[in-house]
């Protein structure tokens, strides 16, 4: 096995994706290979906000387009998110201990070159476009995952 970490991002909250990119970036730090794989909610944390589109959807794709986060920073709390104020007492205790943001943390990986992958049964079922994600995102079958996590040392399902 190669010095590999793979993580399977399934959760779209807040706090969850924080600890996935905060492993994601440290594995590449102790220069590990990271691959991350987002499906279902998951795929929140990938999709660009200032590309997503209604355009060649069906409805209910339209309506899950809008009520789904717009963007890293619009994702609720796993626990005691409290209409936001949970999320917001959060973020203060992180900046008060100046820890950086999740879009840091997001973009940290994408500098340090954790590879991105988008689960395509994920991206076609919830009628997401492969243009509405980050273009570092290439999106992949399950089996193709698999292979790839197979050559892991680490894997993660958050």
Known sequence: MSN??????????????????ILANTGREMGMDVTMFFTFWGLMLVR???????????????MFSLVTP??????PLSKMNLAGLGKYMLQEMMDGEKTPSLTDFLNGARKKGVKFYGCKLAVDVMGF???EL?????VITAKQYL???MDSQ????I
């Open 70 to 75: 717009r963007g890293v920073e619009a994702l």
């Open 4 to 21: 590999k970490m793979s993580l399977l991002v399934f959760s779209g909250e807040y706090d969850k994706a924080l600890a996935a990119l």
């Open 134 to 138: 980050l273009p570092e995102v290439e």
């Open 48 to 62: 660009d906000p200032e590309k997503l589109s209604l355009e060649d959807k069906t409805l209910f794709e339209q």
């Open 147 to 149: 292979e790839d996590a």
């Open 129 to 131: 476009k492969e243009e």
């Open 154 to 157: 680490i894997q993660l399902f």
